[in-house]
């Protein structure tokens, strides 16, 4: 069993800021890139950042220089600092790591994903 488990999420005001954590554990052979979608009601979920085993990083626009991802691959551990909160940034956040569990070490890597956790901004 593979789980993703989020943390981190919260109510804040604009301009403030929120780290969020994300653990993966279970029988995991292998982690490819892990990320952050989120979800604001009555929207598409959309991809928030990513980041690759080597460290290479993506970004959405809307969030570029005021969220920055980053990752432990020992711990299987993805983190997103978000500053500059905006209420726009309002969403259900997700976690997500694509990757081979070991009773699968075989096959394709798959995407696995967290619970979720709120974000809320504001005032």
């Known amino acids: 069993q593979v789980q993703l488990v989020e943390s981190g999420g919260g109510l804040v005001q604009p301009g403030e800021s929120l780290r969020l954590s994300c653990a993966a554990s279970?029988?995991?052979?292998?982690?490819?890139?892990m990320g952050w979608y989120r979800q604001a009601p009555g929207k598409q979920r959309e991809l928030v950042a990513s980041?690759?085993?080597?460290?290479?990083?993506n970004y959405a626009d809307s969030v570029k220089v005021r969220f920055t991802i980053s990752r432990d691959n020992a711990r299987d551990t993805v983190w997103l600092q978000m500053n500059d909160l905006k209420p726009e940034d309002t969403a259900v956040y997700y976690c997500?790591?694509?990757?081979?569990?070991?009773?699968?070490?075989?096959?394709?890597?798959?995407?696995?994903w967290g619970q979720g956790t709120q974000v809320t901004v504001s005032s």
């Open positions: 279970g029988s995991i052979f292998s982690i490819h890139a």
């Open positions: 980041i690759t085993s080597g460290g290479i990083t």
């Open positions: 997500t790591a694509n990757l081979r569990p070991w009773n699968g070490a075989s096959l394709p890597p798959r995407d696995y």
